[in-house]
T-cell receptor
Framework: EAGVTQFPSHSVIEKGQTVTLRCDPI?????LYWYRRVMGKEIKFLLH????????ESGMPNNRFLAERTGGTYSTLKVQPAELEDSGVYFC????????????FGPGTRLTVL | EDQVTQSPEALRLQEGESSSLNCSYT??????LFWYRQDPGKGPEFLFT???AGEEKEKERLKATLTKKESFLHITAPKPEDSATYLC????????FGPGTRLSVLP
């Protein structure tokens, strides 16, 4: 069974540009999460989808971040316009039905904003 | 606010030298405590989920335990391939991760 995949693995952009990160969860997993780790800090929750609906977006830093999940399958996280402090590793995770079900993480996308 | 701390920050062990990693937490309404292993450049890899105080789980050389305030990850007779960062996370209102413990096991 394929795991969680993320694309791209690395992205280097300039301040003010737009970047879109993609996450493909494990097939059949209704829950999809986005997290971010900035340099030297712990992993921080960004938001949680249940199927195509946003269940909790309390961790989204500001309105420059937009997450979508088309048809309850893959998800995208767009940063527009990117700022220097957005640099970090963005992880996606998915889980099955229950709230505290185990989350399976993707390899992450390393974003560098210059 | 839910919080997770982990200690030590880093740990060096000789191969075969058993030890324990600590995860202390404060959370309103614990719905699960998770242990993950993370290798450099990779995403966290699931190890264990614990739901209630007194619960224990084992996998190979690892054993996780849970009390009302903390969890321990016991590593018995570690091998160099156990070297990684071990992350603890709790699920309350949402998921909160600790900073991790960097474990190095020397041959």
């Amino acid at each position: 069974e394929a795991g969680v995949t993320q694309f791209p693995s690395h992205s280097v952009i300039e301040k003010g540009q737009t970047v879109t990160l993609r996450c493909d969860p494990i097939s059949g997993h209704d829950n999809l999460y986005w997290y971010r780790r900035v340099m030297g800090k712990e992993i921080k929750f960004l938001l949680h989808f249940v199927k195509e609906s946003k269940q909790d977006e309390s961790g989204m830093p500001n309105n420059r971040f937009l997450a979508e999940r088309t048809g309850g399958t893959y998800s995208t996280l767009k940063v527009q316009p990117a700022e220097l402090e957005d640099s970090g590793v963005y992880f996606c995770a998915s889980s099955q039905g229950r709230v505290a079900d185990t989350q399976y993480f993707g390899p992450g996308t390393r974003l560098t904003v210059l | 606010e839910d919080q997770v701390t982990q200690s030590p920050e880093a740990l060096r062990l000789q191969e075969g030298e058993s030890s324990s990693l600590n995860c202390s937490y404060t959370v309103s309404g614990l719905r699960g405590l998770f242990w993950y292993r993370q290798d450099p450049g990779k995403g966290p890899e699931f190890l264990f989920t614990l739901y209630s105080a007194g619960e224990e789980k084992e996998k190979e050389r690892l054993k996780a335990t849970l009390t009302k305030k903390e969890s321990f990850l016991h590593i018995t007779a570690p091998k160099p391939e156990d070297s990684a960062t071990y992350l603890c996370a709790v699920r309350g209102q949402n998921f909160v991760f600790g900073p991790g413990t960097r474990l190095s096991v020397l041959p």
